[in-house]
């Protein structure tokens, strides 16, 4: 069957939103009406022609997700590593072809591959707990902001979320300096690809995430605090809560967790000798 005659990909599958009319019901009335959906594709993560994973992917930013998803999962050190890529179109999808050498090759042989996750992946391609529970790097102490910069960071990937914007559907993730200014915003309607593509523009362009922190607009689970630190990142915001498994994965890490961000509030839960002038106490 051909891509565009599949029935659950359809022609739009390339694009990340679409125009879709609906019926809408006000009481007993009834009125034709549009509005733009946000879309969501199998992509295929296949390295040195064997696929790895699939996650379920707002078909945008694919090579940035590919590197990011790549080096926060321990497929590769760093985006160098990852020699050639393409994306091409699959037969229901997408597939992002990437060539590593050999021994990631090889090691990605002892790990789950073909795996189908929901959308957004945050257990891609582990069999064991010892291999989701893997202790996260330790990050260094160099990032200093105000609290000014983490309200700054968080109102502008609000503003500057294009695709949620139109659909109301999409997360978003944001790199800022330490004053606050946003210079990456990748969106997704998976959380963790969000993250991945926002941590994969960086390392593509040679940019260390340490020169500044993360913000991103869901809640602060272990996998992200997790993928951040791989990373390096040293300070990562969300606005909505945490889980406790993410607080304890900060801690061990040293990366500093703000949550409920919002407005001009958030909770520091570990790490918060970063914020300053900061009046709480480690």
Avoid at 25 to 34: E, I, K, N, P, V
Avoid at 89 to 99: F, K, L, N, P, T
Wanted: glycine share 10%; proline share 4%.
């Amino acid at each position: 069957m051909a891509v565009t005659d599949h029935p659950l990909v359809g022609l739009g599958y390339a694009r990340p939103s679409e125009p879709r009319e609906f019926i809408r019901l006000r009481g007993h009335d009834a009125t034709s009406s549009s509005a733009v959906v946000a879309e969501e594709v199998p992509v295929a993560l296949v390295y040195n022609g064997r696929p790895y994973v699939v996650v379920m992917a707002t078909p945008v930013d694919l090579e940035d997700l590919a590197v990011g998803f790549s080096v926060t999962e321990g497929v590769v050190a760093g985006a160098s590593d990852v020699r050639g890529m393409e994306v091409v179109r699959a037969s229901h999808g997408i597939e992002v072809q990437m060539e590593v050498s050999a021994a990631d090759a090889e090691r990605l042989s002892d790990r789950a591959r073909g795996l189908v996750s929901r959308t957004g992946c945050g257990l891609c391609g582990v069999e064991t707990i010892g291999d989701v529970l893997r202790l996260p790097a330790i990050v260094a102490n160099s990032l200093f902001v105000s609290p000014d910069a983490l309200w700054k960071a968080a109102s502008e990937l609000s503003r500057r979320q294009t695709i949620n914007n139109e659909t109301s559907t999409v997360h978003g993730a944001g790199w800022a300096t330490a004053d606050g200014e946003l210079h990456v915003v990748r969106e997704d309607v998976g959380r963790h690809n969000a993250l991945d593509k926002v941590l994969g523009a960086l390392a593509r362009a040679g940019r260390p995430s340490n020169g500044g922190f993360v913000v991103v607009t869901s809640r602060a689970s272990y996998e992200m605090v997790q993928k951040a630190a791989m990373c390096g990142v040293e300070l990562l915001a969300a606005i909505s809560r945490p889980t406790g498994l993410a607080i304890r994965f900060a801690e061990a890490a040293n990366v500093t967790l703000a949550a409920l961000v919002r407005g001009e509030s958030g909770n520091v839960y570990c790490h918060p000798h970063r914020i300053s002038p900061t009046q709480l106490q480690e």
